[in-house]
Antibody
């Protein structure tokens, strides 16, 4: 079964850091581009970052560039999102999603998400 | 930055056809993907590449484009189709993914 499972969310104070993880199984992880998408409470979907296979191409939304770092470990079938200098407005459910082929392909598999709450 | 515009809400009676629009400049040149999200659940891709439907998605779901608007059509609407729907495109100018604001489909 193709599956993505996020972890690492929690309650963090403004200015803090967090690393989110996404464990992939049931498919050849190294062949797919991967993505992070977030959703603030009661709001719509917001794309955060994408990484191509082999990490050749990496893209960030303007709202997170310079504070978020996406990475992947193909040996461990894992995707990561390192978040620095957290802000209240970063509060959201963070989803990892698989691109069906290349970095500009549709997101055909999604995880269930991990909640990040930034509050003092 | 590129913007996709969706109506905040669409209401339809059971058995009727729902149409959800997604407007964007030169959207005809882009591949449009559609996602369904039910409350408390992760999004699910229902249409990719404008009109292709994954095999696990009901044939009642279809996608099309005309001019500067893409449309998700749901035929013979059922209560279980009640959800938020999002369109998405890749903006090659900014190398950013863009989601529409989402449309809440209510089945009357």
């Amino acid at each position: 079964e193709v599956q993505l499972v996020e972890s690492g969310g929690g309650l963090v104070r403004p200015g803090g850091s967090l690393r989110l993880s996404c464990a992939a199984s049931g498919f050849t992880f190294s062949s797919h581009s991967m993505n992070w998408v977030r959703q603030a409470p009661g709001k719509g979907l917001e794309w955060v970052s994408s990484i191509s296979s082999s990490s050749s191409f990496i893209y960030y939304a303007d709202s997170v560039k310079g504070r978020f770092t996406i990475s992947r470990d193909d040996a461990e079938n894992a995707l990561y999102l390192q978040i620095y200098r957290l802000r209240v407005e970063d509060t959201a459910v963070y989803y990892c999603a698989r691109a069906d082929t290349s970095v500009n392909s549709a997101f055909d598999v999604w995880g269930q998400g991990t909640m990040v709450t930034v509050s003092s | 930055s590129y913007v996709l515009t969706q109506p905040p809400s669409v209401s339809v009676a059971p058995g009727k056809t729902a149409r959800i629009s997604c407007g964007g400049n030169n959207i005809g040149r882009k591949s449009v993907h559609w996602y369904q999200q039910k409350p408390g659940q992760a999004p699910v891709m229902v249409i990719h590449y404008n009109s292709d439907r994954p095999s696990v998605i009901s044939e009642r779901f279809s996608g099309s484009k005309s001019g500067n608007t893409a449309t998700l059509t749901i035929s013979r609407v059922e209560a279980g189709d009640e959800a938020d729907y999002y369109c998405q495109v890749w903006d090659s100018v900014s190398d950013h993914w863009v989601f529409g604001g989402g449309t809440k489909l209510t089945v009357l």
